[in-house]
């Protein structure tokens, strides 16, 4: 097929080309928006990214065009009407980073139960001391990992592998899958009184959305800690700051905050500063959380490795290739 490429970094023309050899592909630099005067009579194809508005006027400007590959789990910026009343496929890149965010939360709570950030300041301050930072032990604790969809089960079977004892809470849950992967499910009210580290796996939405709150924040088992690597507001921020004041949460370990808002698709964050900057900056200046010794926030961050960025060029290929031999994988319905 005749494609156009618009890419996010330089790199991914080599990467692209060695593995779609047999098709012509022309790659720009930049979003298609970059370049407005652009028209092709043969393309069949464009792959891009959240950055690249597709409308109606913009499908025009490829008369022949069959297929819209982005590289994203997103799909707000394409027109769905438009393209459906042209004929043309979108694939999408649904999964790319399920063990790598489960990762991401345990080098969290490693870091919080080891106590690392105080003891590297104290070295970095001149001292060689272990006193003062005697940590826990996760063999033997008890997690509650609330959301058991792909992220969670990675994050079960890698607690499985610290020895730990496994509540899982969902909305559908399975028993199968839990006698396969030795967890135990849990309503959320007794996977709060019992954990000793909870891990929110759950997407953001109107079910989710505060999950953990002020009505309920005080049922968590006194001094565990809460890990959040989905989406800010599944927690309530008063909430989360009572429960550290109270010593309800003895710390917290947090990728996503409630001021970010409701983030479709956090690969956007490869390309762009946050949306939501500004705010974030004022809410982190104000914010207790971030002065808490016990607490790490870092910049929504956790789905951020090579690997994950080449899964998702990975899976766009695949959808390419799917398309062209007429079995068509990945596709927006």
Not at 243 to 272: H, N, P, R
């Amino acid at each position: 097929m005749h494609i156009h490429y618009f890419a996010n970094e330089p790199w991914e023309e080599e990467y692209v080309k060695t593995k779609l050899s047999g098709d012509e592909i022309t790659f720009h630099e930049g979003p298609l928006s970059n370049f407005p005067d652009l028209k092709d009579d043969q393309t069949e194809a464009l792959c891009i990214f959240i950055d690249s508005k597709i409308g109606e006027e913009e499908m025009n400007r490829f008369p022949a065009l069959k297929l819209i590959a982005t590289r994203s789990t997103g799909f707000d910026h394409i027109d769905l009407a438009a393209a459906k009343a042209k004929g043309i496929t979108i694939v999408t890149v649904p999964f790319y980073g399920e063990n790598t965010v489960a990762e991401f939360a345990f080098a969290l709570i490693l870091t919080l139960a080891h106590r690392i950030p105080e003891a590297e300041a104290s070295v970095k301050a001149g001292a060689f001391s272990p006193q003062g930072f005697r940590g826990f032990d996760l063999a033997g604790k008890t997690i509650g990992i609330v959301g058991c969809g792909h992220i969670g089960m990675h994050a079960i079977r890698m607690a499985n592998g610290f020895g730990m004892k496994v509540l899982g809470f969902d909305v559908h849950p399975d028993p199968e899958i839990a006698r396969a992967n030795n967890f135990t499910y849990a309503s959320l009210p007794e996977l709060l009184a019992q954990s000793d580290i909870i891990s929110l796996h759950v997407p953001y939405n109107a079910h989710t959305h505060h999950l953990i709150n002020k009505e309920n924040v005080g049922t968590i088992k006194k001094g565990a800690y809460l890990i959040n690597t989905s989406r800010g507001a599944v927690v309530e921020t008063d909430a989360l700051v009572e429960a550290l004041k109270s010593g309800i949460l003895a710390g917290a370990g947090l990728d996503v905050l409630e001021e970010e808002g409701d983030m479709a698709d956090e690969t956007m964050l490869l390309t762009q500063t946050h949306p939501n900057e500004e705010s974030l900056k004022t809410a982190l200046a104000n914010h207790y959380i971030i002065e808490h010794p016990r607490v790490i926030v870092t910049p929504h961050t956790a789905f951020n490795t090579t690997e994950a960025v080449e899964r998702i060029l990975d899976t766009t290929i695949e959808n390419i290739r799917h398309f062209e031999a007429g079995t068509p994988a990945n596709v927006l319905a």
